[in-house]
């Protein structure tokens, strides 16, 4: 079965760089939440988009947006980059909003140094 | 602000024995969530439990939810090399329902 594509696998970035991420849901999700993993840590909610409209939103920095296409990908940009915005960084997809299960991908591991 | 408290942050045990993980949290969720992630990869939904004492068993792991739906339970019985891996519970924050919490987890090392 398809699953959250998530690329690149791998970015490595330098200080004040900018990163874009992306995501594709499994076919025929509308929803995708994006989620931050620092070395260690839980994994942190930072934004989702039902229907290419942001439908809530957590601990995202200013320096981050994101939208979500007509086609249901989604990217995450990722602006003046920081040494703490190292993680692993996970897309999700879900149909519908109402107890559907999230789906992970496999995450972008982003290296800012 | 909710938080989820997972116990014990780190277990090693050995094939064949039994475990009990722990999420506990002083606030009321209306359905917690229980993942396995690998190393590398992203977390995998286990179960989702959301009534207040249910019982949801998935081969060898039984889970449980609290009564007041403030604390679960995952428990491996005869526990195998393939159980390995960091286990969390999540739960839903107030936002929208994928917009989770979670426990800062229990990393499972089976040893053969």
């Known amino acids: 079965a398809a699953g959250v594509i998530q690329s690149p696998r791998h970015l490595i970035k330098e200080k004040r760089e900018t990163a874009t991420l992306k995501c594709y849901p499994i076919?025929?999700?509308?929803?995708v939440y994006w989620y931050q993993q620092g070395p260690g840590q839980d994994p942190q909610f930072l934004i989702s988009f039902y229907e290419k409209m942001q439908s809530d939103k957590g601990s995202i920095p200013d320096r981050f947006s994101a939208q979500q296409f007509s086609d249901y990908h989604s990217e995450l940009n990722m602006s003046s980059l920081e040494l703490g915005d190292s993680a692993l960084y996970f897309c999700?997809?879900?149909?519908?909003?109402?107890?559907?299960?999230?789906?992970f991908g496999n995450g972008t591991r982003l290296t800012v140094t | 602000t909710q938080l989820l408290e997972q116990s014990p942050q780190f277990l090693s045990i050995q094939e064949g024995e039994n475990l009990t993980v722990y999420c506990n949290s002083s606030s009321v969720f209306s359905s917690l969530q229980w993942y396995r992630q690998e190393p590398g990869e992203g977390p995998v939904l286990l179960v989702t439990?959301?009534?207040?004492?249910e019982v949801k068993k998935l081969k060898r792991l039984t889970f449980q939810f609290g009564d007041a739906r403030k604390d679960s339970s995952l428990h491996i019985t005869a526990a195998q090399p393939g159980d390995t891996g960091l286990y969390l519970c999540?739960?839903?924050?107030?936002?929208?329902?994928?917009?989770?919490?979670f426990g800062k987890g229990t990393k499972l090392s089976v040893k053969p």
């Open positions: 439990v959301v009534t207040g004492g």
């Open positions: 999700a997809s879900s149909l519908g909003q109402s107890r559907s299960p999230l789906h």
């Open positions: 999540a739960g839903a924050g107030g936002g929208s329902q994928g917009n989770l919490i």
């Open positions: 076919p025929r999700h509308d929803t």
